[in-house]
């Protein structure tokens, strides 16, 4: 079973690295919002049958709609439209790569909420390692070709703070209540759907139907795959191998990114991208090392 388990975290980090290359496709035909509406749609429905199937819907949740609607605002709706509108003002690659900040944001966002860790030297220095990955991806003094949008970096930016906050949201409000991660999702997602639908103007939405692989693209790849499929994933890892080694299976998506950026959209690589990626990553493995060294002198006092 725990090998079944690993084979998910490496299919969940493949899963993830494909959605910017999606995302490109979908906004060729329709707008950022538009394709945020689908994907829930699309991957609303599996996670739906799968918590209807092993029956974790109660009624007795709807007591917690109002944290429920925080996370669909957070985890689904703002999140997947910042990501949309940062990849069209981007390259695929260059999109992948500032979502690997994502542990930084939630780091900074439970340090500063939580209050439950000191900043030692080894997690300062993993914080300031992984924004000077972001500083080399936005390149802020490049002009002409070489210039990368800053407004879409910023986009790419507040979408990994919603996420990243709605991870400490959830530990804030939700841990404790004994709803199981499976419902959790189901309402987070189909509240998200609702909200969505009422926004968003579906004027011209068809148009995506007239492209095979941007339809393809949006409906499975982004909706059952990268939303419905990839939401099971995560929380059978979180089951059989914990809640750390599923978060660190965001150490896969920029990478499957990039690669996907240069091998199968043909995006030009820069010598900074790489350096930007390791940056990135080296970061939150420096970040993730201090929080551990944190815990242990922690328990070491207390005992």
């Known amino acids: 079973m725990k090998n079944i388990a690993y084979f998910a975290f490496v299919l969940l980090g493949l899963i993830w690295g494909t959605n910017f290359m999606f995302m490109k496709w979908a906004v060729e035909w329709i707008s950022p919002v538009q394709i945020v509406l689908m994907r829930s749609f699309f991957g609303f429905l599996p996670i739906l049958v799968y918590a209807l199937f092993t029956r974790a819907l109660s009624w007795r949740h709807v007591r917690y709609i109002h944290h429920f609607l925080v996370m669909a605002l957070l985890a689904t709706a703002v999140y997947y439209y910042l990501y949309a509108e940062g990849t069209t003002l981007l390259l695929s690659s260059v999109a992948g790569l500032l979502s690997g900040v994502i542990p930084l944001f939630t780091f900074g966002c439970a340090f500063l909420f939580l209050r439950q860790e000191k900043l030692n030297a080894r997690m300062t220095l993993g914080v300031l390692m992984g924004f000077v990955g972001v500083l080399l991806i936005a390149r802020p003094w490049a002009s002409g070709d070489s210039a990368i949008s800053v407004q879409g970096v ?5 979408g990994s703070l919603s996420i ?47 492209s095979p692989k ?14 419905g499929v990839a939401y099971i994933l995560y929380y059978f890892i979180v089951e059989r191998l914990g809640a750390v080694v599923a978060a660190s299976a965001t150490y896969i998506p920029p990478v499957i990114a990039l690669l996907i950026g240069i091998f199968v959209a043909g995006e030009p690589v820069h010598t900074l991208d790489v350096l930007a990626v390791a940056a990135i990553l080296s970061g939150v493995f420096v970040l993730q090392s201090g929080r551990r060294v944190a815990a242990q002198e922690a328990a070491a006092q207390a005992s």
């Not at 910023?154 to 507040?158: E, P």
């Not at 400490?168 to 189909?190: H, P």
């Not at 499975?220 to 939303?227: D, E, I, V, Y």
């Open 164 to 210: 990243g906050g709605s991870f400490v949201y959830a530990k804030r409000f939700l841990t404790g209540l004994n709803i199981s991660a499976v419902a959790l999702c189901t309402y987070q997602i189909g509240l998200a759907l609702v909200i969505l639908f009422l926004v968003t103007d579906r004027t011209g939405m068809a148009h995506i139907t007239e």
């Open 214 to 227: 941007a339809m393809i693209g949006v409906s499975l790849g982004l909706g059952l795959s990268g939303t």
């Open 154 to 158: 910023m986009y790419m930016m507040l």
